[in-house]
């Protein structure tokens, strides 16, 4: 059993070639909450979406969020009928009472509906839709993620990394002209992450259990941590004692997000440096004390004092994920984990 710690980009892109090393029946992805929000009474879960679909081939590949060839007919009304009513687009928290009112996963993260802040496709809508519907009915989001799992055929199990809420809180810099907090989703998609950034909270962590699903997972074999955003995507879970526990017992290989001090891809720099790592690999070293080995880009020199495994680790395609996704077997073999060998003749 292998387990993936995922976010919504980097690991995404590294599942897309990982069935050729580690055999999807034997493989357990557990994604990140911290970004979920409810957005019109809908609980809407993009880093678990973003593997649902990967594994299901229907993922936007370009954008790597939502379905590939998805239509906003329900969203662009939404858009023309705040605007006609005079409505700011928002992003429109509901009120403080309603923060904590309703099903508790979406504690902190209640977004009015009006204007639609975040775009939402028609097929990708009909997901949400079904999630919500099956939370209400009594069912836990890890059951509920398994039933969308396997309605998309994925061939992996994809669990949440918890079945309670935890919020990603950006607290802004005093001086910044934004409110002192915003929901991660407010300051990624609404503000394309220009606040300025003091610290990163993740609200409900101390209260919150790891799924028992994720618990299993991670105690049942070595885990991978792909080349997901530290604070936003891993920091989450890493905020829950329990488990932070279990990771520090398993046999850990974490991929680099960074060639050096240089992202691939969106705003982990900046959040890292708020949050007091430095924003390069040699932060995500500092970020992850549990893991046991890196993979880092060829092109990147870092010294690190664990064992570190070189190759190209830009992932364009499923070939570029396969690649990354040997290096991270020849890791864990490094530290004595050796995949099972997938039975494929290569
Ligand atoms: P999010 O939920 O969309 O923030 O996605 P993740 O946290 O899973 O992934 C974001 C991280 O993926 C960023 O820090 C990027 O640097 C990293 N990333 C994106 N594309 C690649 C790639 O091709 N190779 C590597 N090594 N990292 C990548």
Redesign the pocket.
């Known amino acids: 059993m292998t387990t993936f710690l995922?976010?919504?980009?980097?690991?995404?892109?590294l599942l897309a070639g990982a069935d050729s090393v580690f055999d999807s029946a034997e493989t357990t992805v557990v994604a990140?909450t911290g970004?979920d929000v409810e957005l019109g009474g809908l609980l809407v879960c993009?880093?678990v979406d973003t593997v649902l679909f990967e594994q299901g081939d229907l993922l936007d590949r370009e954008r790597?969020w939502g379905i590939a060839d998805d239509t906003t007919e329900t969203h662009d009304e939404l858009r023309a009928l705040a605007d006609a009513a005079d409505l700011d687009a928002g992003p429109r928290y509901l009120p403080d009472e309603a923060q904590t009112a309703g099903r508790d996963l979406a504690d902190w993260r209640r977004f009015s509906g009006v204007g639609e802040f975040m775009e939402i496709g028609d097929r990708d809508r009909a997901v949400h839709l079904t999630r919500t519907s099956l939370l209400d009915e009594g069912h836990s989001l890890t059951e509920v993620t398994r039933t969308l799992a396997g309605a998309l055929d994925a061939p992996v199990d994809v669990v949440p990394m918890s079945d309670d809420p935890v919020a990603s809180i950006v607290r802004t810099d005093a001086q910044s002209d934004y409110a002192d907090e915003m929901h991660f989703q407010e300051f990624w998609v609404a503000h394309r992450a220009d606040p300025a950034v003091a610290d990163v909270d993740f609200r409900g962590a101390d209260a919150a259990d790891p799924s028992p699903a994720a618990l299993d997972a991670i105690a049942a074999g070595p885990v991978v941590i792909?080349?997901?955003?530290p604070v936003?995507?891993i920091g989450p879970m890493v905020a829950i004692d329990a488990l932070r526990e279990a990771l520090r017992d398993a046999t850990v290989v974490a991929?680099?997000?960074?060639v050096e001090d240089e992202?691939?891809?969106?705003p982990?720099a900046k959040l890292m440096d708020a949050v007091g790592y430095d924003p390069s690999t040699r932060g995500v070293a500092a970020a992850y004390p549990f893991a046991d080995a890196f993979v880092l880009?060829e092109a990147d020199g870092t010294d690190l004092d664990r064992p570190v495994v070189r190759t190209d680790?830009?992932?364009?395609d499923e070939r570029d994920a396969e690649c990354v996704a040997e290096a991270v077997a020849d890791a864990l073999e490094l530290v004595g984990r050796a995949p099972e060998p997938t039975g494929e003749v290569a």
């Open positions: 995922s976010g919504g980009t980097g690991t995404p892109k990140n970004d993009p880093d790597w792909g080349p997901s955003n936003t995507s991929v680099s997000p960074f992202v691939f891809s969106g982990a880009d680790t830009e992932m364009a």
